[in-house]
Nanobody, 119 residues
Framework: QVQLADAGGGLVQTGGSLTLSCAAS????????MGWFRQFPGKEREFVAA????????NYADSVKGRFAISRDITKARGYLRMNSLEPEDTAVYYC????????????WGQGTQVTVSS
């Protein structure tokens, strides 16, 4: 099993920046990729960004391309999401997820961290 602890959310003004972090522990060798998702009130969780654990290949939702940057530090078993030019529409609970090397599914999740962007 892999345990994830995400942190770094908070309140920021429009145009501001935040960096979320995700600390992985346990059987971290099971991580194939790490990603960030967000959930708006009353909505399904949606994909934001992902990075492959070994090669560092990234991909992003169109809504955040050019504003958000995902990265990972394998030596520390941590992932990050740098969010720039934040907009009120980015207000959501953000979740760190990890994809399992065997199932290729997003089997592991953090507890979520609230990001609120004020106008």
């Amino acid at each position: 099993q892999v345990q994830l602890a995400d942190a770094g959310g908070g309140l920021v003004q429009t145009g501001g920046s935040l960096t979320l972090s995700c600390a992985a522990s346990g059987q971290t060798y099971r991580i194939y990729g790490m990603g960030w998702f967000r959930q708006f009130p009353g909505k399904e969780r949606e994909f934001v960004a992902a990075v492959s654990w070994s090669g560092g290949t990234t991909n992003y939702a169109d809504s955040v391309k050019g504003r958000f940057a995902i990265s990972r530090d394998i030596t520390k078993a941590r992932g990050y999401l740098r969010m720039n030019s934040l907009e009120p529409e980015d207000t959501a609970v953000y979740y760190c997820g990890a994809r399992d090397v065997n199932s290729y599914k997003w089997d592991y999740w953090g507890q979520g961290t609230q990001v609120t962007v004020s106008s």
